[in-house]
């Protein structure tokens, strides 16, 4: 019971920036051995996003003190009671916005150059998740989807990578800049709401801005960055970046758990439910894949019903293999 109050003491000692580089390294090792110490501090994580007491513009002060009263009342009331039903509230709160919280994997890495502890969430395919930074930035993850970011961000700027596709709702903060890196494009802003869109396997990165202002360059070509105004969709190929209007600004509303597809090529709408379900989609006749729709579904819909929609539009028939995770398109 001792080391258990010891333990969480340093850790909310840690996510109020009161340990010193030492005591902070000595602490991230800590955590590569011992599960119960890792599972405390992605409670913690987690009781920062949800109970807002993360620093947010210049209010770090106040944010450090409610949050430090917060956990010192937690510890005195004990409780383990209490713990258990903030958490369970915590899941419902997630559960209307995210889906299945269940079915995103938190990880957590160190090293001896680091003074940071770097967590990485991974959506997997037919899941959506929703989460707050330390800094108050609002981050949608779409399916199949990584980011890794700071426990909490310390220095002259906001780091974080993604891999997959992203809403960011980026806290203001002209002194501490936002940087988004994934794969070779680099993303710069002060405040914004853009969606991001990197897949590995993707010939292209997209990057679309609402509101605000952001850059955005590659690692190949950095100086030929371009600088992108509201409505604006970079698409990058390589060390190729391309502007032009956004054609669909519904396309962002995959935040709400609703997929739009405005003139899409069949082609391109199967890919997307492929990532989005998991699933392997063969089609046997090309020419079909030129066919265009207008159509909006929900995810919950599922691929059967969404496939059963689209034939409406052009006839085709369909195969569904479970075992296999296949679905067969042919005329």
Excluded at 279 to 301: P, S
């Amino acid at each position: 019971m001792a080391h258990t109050g010891k333990m969480e003491e340093l850790i909310t000692k840690y996510f109020q920036g009161e340990l010193s580089r030492n005591e902070r390294l000595e602490l991230l090792r800590s955590m590569e051995g011992d599960a119960a110490l890792k599972a405390a501090c992605i409670r913690h994580q987690q009781m920062l996003a949800l109970t807002a007491f993360v620093p947010a513009g210049g209010d770090a002060e106040k944010a450090r003190a409610g949050y430090g009263a917060f956990m010192a009342e937690r510890r005195r009331k004990s409780a383990r009671r209490r713990l258990m039903r903030t958490l369970r509230y915590a899941a419902a709160v997630l559960g209307l916005t995210v889906g299945t919280w269940s079915a995103a994997y938190f990880y957590f890495s160190a090293d001896e150059n680091a003074d940071e502890l770097m967590q990485s969430l991974y959506v997997p395919a037919g899941q959506r998740v929703s989460m707050t930074l330390a800094d108050g930035t609002v981050v949608w993850l779409n399916a199949c989807t990584r980011l890794t970011y700071p426990a909490v961000f310390r220095g002259d700027e906001r780091h974080v990578a993604l891999e997959g596709e992203a809403w960011f709702d980026v806290a203001k903060d002209a002194e501490k800049p936002f940087t988004v890196s994934s794969g070779n494009l680099k993303v710069r802003v002060l405040g914004t709401s853009f969606n991001m869109y990197n897949y590995p396997d993707e010939a292209f990165a997209r990057v679309s801005l609402v509101e605000g202002s952001l850059r955005v360059s590659t690692d190949e070509n950095e100086q030929a960055g371009v600088v992108l105004r509201p409505n604006d969709e970079a698409t990058v190929a390589g060390r190729d970046i391309s502007v032009a209007k956004i054609p669909n600004r519904q396309y962002f509303l995959w935040t709400k758990g609703i997929y739009s597809f405005e003139n899409e090529t069949f082609e391109n709408i199967l890919k997307k439910l492929e990532l989005y379900y998991d699933l392997q989609i063969d089609v046997k006749d090309a020419a079909m894949l030129q066919w265009r729709y207008t159509v909006k579904f929900r995810q919950r819909d599922g691929i059967r019903e969404i496939l059963r929609l689209m034939r409406q539009i052009h006839k085709f028939k369909m195969t569904v293999d479970e075992e296999n995770n296949t679905v067969t398109i042919s005329k």
